[in-house]
Nanobody, 119 residues
Framework: VQLVESGGGSVQVGGSLRLSCVAS????????MGWFRQIPDKEREGVAG???????SYADSVKGRFTISQDIFKNTLTLQMNSLKPEDTAMYYC???????????????WGQGTQVTVS
């Protein structure tokens, strides 16, 4: 499966962004999906995950601010990010086929990433 993210950019503190990840080559309903982020010299961090039944999981740092969702018909994964903070600044990656119910980065398919900058 191929994944392409979009929607990143620069935003002020307290603002919102909506990231999208369009999948091709297979249907996302087959996989557990996730959003991850990474800053230079740091390990990739799990942000949010979603299972095929719609169950979601979030990192404590984003609970109540970020929402992960999926549109099976559009084969698209989305991350709505509200009340953004400077510490949310990172490259954000979409991933498919990973450990369901876990924010471990042990996923098989990754997008190229989209940069989010909050200042």
């Amino acid at each position: 499966v191929q994944l392409v993210e979009s929607g990143g950019g620069s935003v002020q503190v307290g603002g919102s962004l909506r990231l999208s990840c369009v999948a091709s080559g297979d249907t996302i309903s087959r996989y557990c999906m996730g959003w991850f982020r990474q800053i230079p010299d740091k390990e990739r961090e799990g942000v949010a995950g979603i299972e095929s039944d719609g169950s979601t999981s979030y990192a404590d740092s984003v609970k109540g601010r970020f929402t992960i969702s999926q549109d099976i018909f559009k084969n698209t994964l989305t991350l709505q990010m509200n009340s953004l903070k400077p510490e949310d600044t990172a490259m954000y990656y979409c991933a498919a086929d990973g450990p369901c119910g876990s924010l471990s980065a042990d996923y098989n398919y990754w997008g190229q990433g989209t940069q989010v900058t909050v200042s």
